[in-house]
Structures are given as C-alpha cells and as structure tokens.
C-alpha cells in the first residue's frame, strides 16, 4: 500500500496530495484508487479508475439518459418535443457505438488528463516548474538559475500586479441570475496575500440555485479569511489544502440548507482562484470554466490559451473517448448533465492544481452561460484585443445574448502586469 503523505509524480518528483490522480506541477496521470461519482440524474455511479472509464458503466449512463428524454418526449409539446427526439436520436448513436466497442472485446478506454500541464518550455526551473526558454539563466517565476553549474546568485524576481473586472449578466431566456460572482483581495496587518476569484453558477431555479451560489461563495470566503488570519501557506500544497477544506466546508452548508429547505436539486458549481506571488492555485467544481491566456504563448508559442479546469459532465466525458467532437457537445441538449456539483450530496471531490503566472497572463473564469455560446478561441481572442477588462467583459456577456443569451452569462477577467 502506497503511503499517501509520502507520494511523489513519477514523472517529475514533485509531492502529490492524498488521492491525487494527476501532477499539480506537470499533469501526468498518477495511480490512484479508483474512484466513484453518483450522477444527480438517476442516481447511477460512474466510476472513473485513473485514466480510464469503464464502457460498460458509461452505457448504463447513456441508457439512463435516454430513459430521462423518452419520458419528456411522451409529455412534452412543441418545441421541446422536438429537443427530446434529437436528444433520443443523438443518444441512440452513441449507445450503438459503445455497445459495438464492448461487443468486439473493449471494456475500458483511456481518458484525457483533467488537469492540463502547466506551460511547457525548454528548460524548466527545478525551484518552482515553470517552463523557460532555452537561453534563459534564471527562472522568470522565482529567479532561481536554471542553467547547469550555475552560481550566479538568483536574482528577485519584480512584484506581479494584478488587474480585474466582472460582470454577470441574467441572459435573455431566464427570469433570475443564479450565478454568483466575487472579486477581492486578502489582507492582513502585514499586508496583501493574495486576490481570490469565483464564479459560481446555481442549479434548482428560483429560491435554490440563487442561493445555493450565494452561499457557497459566502461561505468559501468566510472559511478563507479565518484559515489565514494566521498567515499564508508556505507551498502550492498548502494553498490547495486550504482551498479544498474551504470548499468542503461550502458544500457541506449547502447540503444542510437543502435537506433544511427541502429543495432536492439545489446545488452549485464553483470555479475558485487565488492569485498570490507568482502563482495561481485552483480549486473547481462542476463546469464553471477557467482559462489561462496570453498573446505571447502559455505552453508553446503558438498556443496562446489553455482550459484549466475540466467539466465535469457527461458530455466532457464523452468528448474525452471521442463520442462527441467539442462541437457537438456545445450544442447537445445534456451538456448541463454534471455528475459533480456543490451542495448535492453530502461530500464532494475537488479538483486542485496550481499555475505559474508571468507578466502579460489572462486568467478568465466563467459560467457555462458564456463558453456555451461564444467558443474557447473566441474568449481568448477578444480579452487579448480589448485593452479595458471591463469593456472585454461587456462584450464577451453582449456576444452571447447575441447568440441566444439561454443562461445567466458570467465573466470575470484578471491580467497579471
């Protein structure tokens, strides 16, 4: 049996959390134990093992979806009706698909990693991780020298700034804003220790999504602020713990304020950041988004944007094997299916992983309002054009009521300068 306090990335070295299944610090897959998620819908269990998924159970989902819209196709009229039988027709496909992969001997397939690597580079600083050029002689995070035999002392690295805007916006087709946004730094005598992110998107309708996002905002940054009263952590491993017990302690308020209320459903997604120093540190929840950004490369040159997150939802998890192409999952009627939520059952797993920043980063956090409307290249393509964060924010919310506007739309945009 592994030790868990004493887990290490096979591939880097780098310390690992207590069930982590992926590298805070480069992302390859760890072995872990299997672990298992019980969907809303049905109350089926989806077992995710490592990097793989059993077909036969992700059938069974499929199956159970298919159940769900033949039920709304027998009393629905008009135009749902119609979204009901291409949820049947698209569904049907799939299901043919997997029961033709578990007929010729198939029983597993592997994954994509839900947590993305951080920025890659030639030369990676062995202080920190981040990814620098090939010529480069100190790290540009932590100014630790990075070429071989080096004495030269590490120089300071200059202090990062950060700058941020949001908006929240109710769409086009909802009577309320259950999407729940909060920008603000933390401060002690001593001084800052960081800026804190959230986007939370509320699920249950009116008098429970609402307040399912609300309190689980309220509640992280309450939980936030006593943890460090006493000082920051030290290491990424810290801010993460910090970060997870926050977020446990928000659901658990959530839950109790469901089973209280009686609302079955309430519940909310939560997307968390808290920049400090030079790093960011995540934790995530649903499939509220975040994303990294910047015109000069975040892992290569050419690619200028990178996801941070993974939704946890059935339609993620079927673009992973290749059922879906991430074109269809944007339009397809169950992509609000998630199998992880806050406030749902009494524990929840959060994702956690830390990123470098640099000098010219975007961090964009927003609920699936927005990416489901306006695409991931589009999103980073507009809040690099625009020089005001807010008038990226005004526009990106304008784009996607331009587009339908079906959900609340929420966006918060942070440049690191």
């Not at 002392?153 to 087709?173: H, I, K, N, Q």
């Not at 964060?389 to 506007?405: F, I, P, S, T």
């Amino acid at each position: 049996m592994t030790n868990e306090a004493n887990r290490v990335c096979a591939s880097c070295g780098a310390p690992l959390l207590p069930g982590a299944r992926f590298c805070t610090r480069c992302g390859a897959p760890q072995d872990a134990d299997a672990a298992e998620v019980l969907l809303p819908n049905g109350g089926r269990r989806l077992r995710l093992a490592g990097d793989s998924l059993s077909l036969r159970e992700l059938l069974a989902v499929v199956e159970s979806g298919v159940a769900y819209w033949r039920q709304r196709l027998e009393s629905a009229e008009g135009v749902a009706r119609e979204q009901a039988a291409a949820a049947i027709r698209e569904l049907s496909q799939i299901l043919d698909s997997l029961a033709q992969q578990i007929a010729s001997g198939r029983e597993m397939v592997r994954v994509t990693g839900r947590l993305p690597a951080q920025r890659a580079a030639a030369r990676a600083c062995a202080v920190c991780g981040r990814g620098n050029r090939a010529e480069a002689r100190f790290c540009v995070s932590c100014g630790a020298p990075v070429r071989a035999g080096s004495q030269e002392a590490p120089r300071t690295p200059p202090e990062l700034r950060l700058a941020v805007a949001a908006r929240s916006d109710v769409g086009v087709a909802r009577p309320v804003n259950e999407d729940t946004l909060y920008t603000g730094e933390f401060t002690t005598a001593d001084g800052a220790i960081g800026t804190l992110l959230v986007v939370a998107d509320g699920m249950g309708g009116h008098a429970a999504g609402d307040v399912a996002s609300r309190l689980a905002v309220e509640t992280l940054k309450a939980e936030l602020r006593a943890a460090l009263e006493h000082g920051p952590p030290d290491d990424d491993a810290g801010w993460q713990e910090l970060l997870r017990q926050a977020v446990v302690a928000a659901n658990a308020k959530v839950y109790a304020q469901a089973q209280e209320a009686g609302q079955r459903g309430m519940g909310t997604t939560l997307t968390a950041t808290i920049v400090a120093g030079r790093r960011a540190h995540l934790a995530h929840v649903g499939d509220t988004r975040a994303y990294l950004i910047n015109p000069a490369g975040v892992n290569g040159a050419a690619i200028t944007w990178m996801q941070l997150t993974h939704d946890h939802s059935i339609v993620a998890r079927l673009v992973d094997i290749g059922q879906l192409s991430p074109e269809q999952a944007r339009v397809h009627p169950q992509r609000n299916m998630i199998y992880r939520s806050l406030g749902t059952d009494p524990a929840v797993e959060v994702d956690l992983v830390s990123q470098s920043l640099a000098p010219g980063d975007l961090l964009l956090l927003c609920s699936d309002g927005l990416n489901t409307h306006v695409e991931d290249a589009e999103l980073a393509q507009l809040a690099q054009e625009e020089g005001s964060l807010a008038r990226a924010c005004e526009r990106l919310v304008a784009l996607a009521n331009q587009r339908g506007g079906k959900d609340n739309i929420s966006v918060v945009i942070a440049r690191v300068q």
